[in-house]
């Protein structure tokens, strides 16, 4: 079974930095993608970041210039750097990654990210 634990969530004030990581255990096949969702109070769950095995990015349009997605494949952990935050970037933050051939998804625990006013 593959276990995703994340970590790095917490309180910052807007203009502040935090850094996710999700950290990957158990069997895992070949990772086709990692990835980063947030579900805020009253809105819906959205694809923040995503990174396949060879490098390649995307990243929700409000958050561009601002997170950077990136992964340590030695340490099976995928991060999310945050920069600017904002108060709308509130949410709890999932990381997924999907694996093997039938694209299995495995979800994270989620971790609460808060930005002050």
């Known amino acids: 079974q593959v276990q995703l634990v994340e970590s790095g969530g917490g309180l910052v004030q807007a203009g502040g930095s935090l850094r996710l990581s999700c950290a990957a255990s158990?069997?895992?096949?070949?990772?086709?993608?990692m990835g980063w969702y947030r579900q805020a109070p009253g809105k819906q769950h959205e694809l923040v970041a995503s990174?396949?095995?060879?490098?390649?990015?995307n990243y929700l349009d409000s958050v561009k210039g601002r997170f950077t997605i990136f992964r340590d494949n030695a340490k099976n952990t995928l991060y999310l750097q945050m920069s600017s935050l904002k108060p709308e970037d509130t949410a709890v933050y999932y990381c997924?990654?999907?694996?093997?051939?039938?694209?299995?998804?495995?979800w994270g625990q989620g971790t609460q990210v808060t930005v002050s006013s």
């Open positions: 997924k990654i999907w694996v093997g051939l039938h694209n299995s998804e495995y």
């Open positions: 158990g069997s895992i096949p070949r990772i086709n993608v």
């Open positions: 990174i396949s095995t060879e490098g390649s990015t």
